[in-house]
């Protein structure tokens, strides 16, 4: 029998040159060395995720990844970054990475809450190696992902963030994520964050570019969430280059009644990757994830989610919003799967996507994998120009078409918008959509109406 080799493409042999020479300066030992050396084993067997793999059948990694950037170095920090720095206004306490290279001396480390600590992943791996390299674990639904390996063997720093049982915070904690862009480079790094028992806090994540090259980023924040804890999550990817290519992981363990709500918000963000694995690990916990997506232009924008019920009595709920105009491209791909001993399960997943023209796209491809026989789960998807009669009625009462059409899209969102708990983070993604609505083509911001 003839064996079958499969060629590497240019970026695939990059990889492989890039991590041999580096692989000894990436922070970690023992147990970690050995989950890099693995991770990137795997990979070189899979290569980039290409569309014959079905989770990457609308995002082909393989096509938009044809040079692999040199990995990003600690940048001299350029002036944008301190301007953007200066004009983030999200209440909290934040922490800062830039190029994906922890900045203490831009975060809040001093006199932190009782029950919080901080520190880089860099600093996390060299005190306590064996302890993060299992926090690296990524759950069984996502370990033949490609990307994610790569993000196990090349991430080089981060944030790890530690709560402690019972901790309730009145602010948020936020992950400031800025790209220097000053030239082309790729930025791999991953969070952590451990929330204790009973803990109730709100994570906000930013991700933004400020300079002129484009970057490849491949990040993932991994949540280990203990029984009874509440946690709100917020992600915001914008202000990226339309060349900029970027994958956004999110894990999450969940503990038995928890309460997790996630809402992701992609505006300008260039092509982009979000994919989600949630893994329900004790009885009687509800998750929620939630999102907009704002795409114009050639952007593209790729949900993949899968919500995995190992418990029984679990609550999922899935609802994204997406809104498309000139050559823009959006997919959900949502996966909920319950297992056979997980009964009393109850799922919900929507997604509803707006197109504004014609040359727009949108792929929906929800998915139910129900192994129980006592679950009530439900999936619904539609794609939709925007409506008609709520336009004539709106231009019947005087309005002009422009200001008719930004209230009509910035209500079809503002269903997942008015979920973010947090108030001042909430006023922040409205803000983004009104920015997003008032650049469309002679279109007013809804404030103004």
Not at 66 to 76: I, N, T
Request: proline share 4%; net charge negative.
């Amino acid at each position: 029998m003839a064996l079958i080799t499969p060629l590497k493409t240019a970026a695939e042999q990059q990889l492989a040159e890039q991590f041999a020479n580096i692989k000894a300066e990436l922070p970690g030992a023992g147990a970690m060395r050995k989950l890099r050396e693995d991770a990137f084993a795997g990979f070189e067997t899979k290569g980039l995720p290409h569309r014959r793999l079905e989770s990457w059948r609308y995002t082909d990694l393989r096509n938009l990844v044809r040079e692999a950037m040199p990995l990003a170095r600690r940048p001299a920090r350029p002036q944008a970054i301190t301007d953007r720095l200066a004009l983030q206004t999200i209440a909290g306490r934040r922490f800062v990475t830039i190029d994906g290279i922890f900045s203490a001396a831009d975060s809040d480390l001093q006199g932190l809450p009782t029950g919080i600590t901080a520190r880089s992943l860099a600093e996390a791996l060299t005190e306590a190696p064996d302890e993060i390299a299992a926090a690296f674990a990524v759950p069984e639904v996502a370990r033949d992902d490609g990307a994610l390996m790569l993000n196990s063997a090349f991430a080089q720093d981060g944030v790890v963030i530690e709560i402690a049982d019972g901790t309730e915070l009145d602010q948020p904690l936020v992950l400031l994520a800025l790209g220097s862009g000053e030239s082309e480079a790729s930025i791999v790094s991953r969070s952590l964050v451990k929330i204790g028992a009973g803990a109730k806090v709100t994570i906000v994540e930013l991700h933004e570019n400020v300079g002129p090259a484009p970057v490849q980023i491949n990040h993932a924040t991994a949540f280990v969430i203990g029984d009874g804890a509440e946690v709100e999550h917020v992600r915001m990817v914008t202000r990226q280059r339309a060349e900029t290519v970027q994958v956004q992981s999110l894990l999450a363990e969940l503990g038995a009644h928890v309460s997790f709500d996630s809402v992701a918000v992609a505006v300008n963000c260039g092509v982009l990757r979000q994919q989600s694995f949630l893994r329900y690990g004790g009885e009687h916990t509800r998750a929620a994830l939630r999102g907009i997506n704002l795409l114009r232009k050639q952007e593209h924008s790729d949900v993949t989610l899968v919500m995995d019920h190992a418990a029984a009595h679990g609550e999922s709920r899935e609802l994204f919003k997406t809104i498309i105009e000139g050559e823009g491209t959006g997919v959900f791909q949502g996966k909920v799967i319950v297992r056979q001993h997980s009964q009393k399960v109850d799922g919900s997943m929507k997604s509803h996507a707006l197109l504004l023209n014609d040359g727009a796209t949108m792929f929906n491809k929800p998915e139910l994998e129900i192994f129980a026989d006592d679950v009530v789960c439900g999936h619904g998807a539609t794609v939709a120009q925007m409506d008609s009669d709520q336009l004539f009625y709106l231009m019947a009462r005087g309005l002009p078409r422009p200001q008719a059409e930004a209230l009509v899209l910035a209500a079809f969102v503002g269903e997942v918008s008015d979920m973010v708990g947090d108030e001042g983070v909430r006023e922040i993604v409205g803000r983004e959509i009104d920015c997003w609505l008032g650049q469309r083509d002679g279109a007013p911001k809804p404030g103004a109406v």
